[in-house]
């Protein structure tokens, strides 16, 4: 890998959100085996529609992995009340970390106060668990200026990290839109780097950028195989 150091793959590899089954076709097959990676390489999480939350659970019971599901995916375009009672079920389900799509069409639609509204009332009902929650703002559709009104109005709202994008649709994560993202902000949130993450090259230009936390695919994996990679 040309200019990425061990270092940095080793801190990469621990704040890893494994995505690979984050499909509309995935089988309960490959969830557990997207689970045996998970923690055979000590990733931060595994992600899965909430239909295979209880396999999650059971597959990273006592790994340190994070069963991690989204909520009002990928639109954003469910009511607080679909999204309220959506978390509460995963949240009694087992789910231990959770990103939530905010109301894009409503930010569009200049209604800030309706998506943050929105947002924390879900953050309402995610708090008493203490798990990590993270807003996708969807970057792909959004202008830069719109970009920095997103990260702000994520950041009042008391989440845990901003998301870039939920990789169902336009665009994708860059170090431009990550930087821009962590100069709005500064060090007050996290920052998960979400969307055509490529390569082991990708995610560590990403949190050279400011990313705390990286979405990734099966060509992690298969890259760290090439490595020989050991946790």
């Avoid at 089954?21 to 557990?32: D, M, N, P």
């Avoid at 009042?156 to 990290?161: E, I, Q, T």
């Avoid at 100069?183 to 990708?202: F, H, L, N």
Wanted: glycine fraction near 8%.
């Amino acid at each position: 890998m040309h200019g990425v150091t061990l270092e940095e793959v080793r801190r990469l590899v621990a704040v890893i959100d494994y995505s690979e089954v984050l499909t509309i076709t995935a089988s309960e097959e490959e969830v557990r085996a997207a689970c045996r990676a998970a923690r055979n390489y000590r990733f931060r999480a595994v992600v899965a529609f909430p239909q295979h939350l209880g396999i999650l659970v059971d597959e990273l019971k006592d790994s340190g992995v994070r069963a991690q599901i989204p909520i009002s995916f990928p639109c954003g375009g469910t009511t607080t009340y679909v999204k309220c009672r959506e978390a509460e079920e995963g949240l009694r389900r087992g789910a231990t970390d959770m990103d939530m799509v905010m109301n894009i069409a409503a930010f569009k639609a200049g209604d800030y106060a309706r998506v943050a509204r929105d947002i924390c009332e879900v953050m309402a009902v995610a708090r008493p668990y203490q798990i990590p929650f993270k807003v996708i703002i969807e970057i792909g559709v959004l202008s830069e200026p719109e970009k920095v009104t997103a990260a702000k109005l994520v950041l009042d709202s008391g989440a845990d990290f901003i998301k870039t994008c939920t990789g169902f649709g336009p665009g994708r994560a860059t170090v431009h839109d990550i930087g821009l993202i962590r100069e709005t902000v500064g060090d007050r949130i996290g920052i998960k780097a979400s969307g055509g993450v490529a390569s082991i090259e990708d995610g560590v230009a990403l949190m050279r950028a400011g990313a705390t936390v990286v979405a990734m695919r099966r060509f992690l994996i298969e890259q760290l195989e090439a490595m020989n990679w050991q946790p």
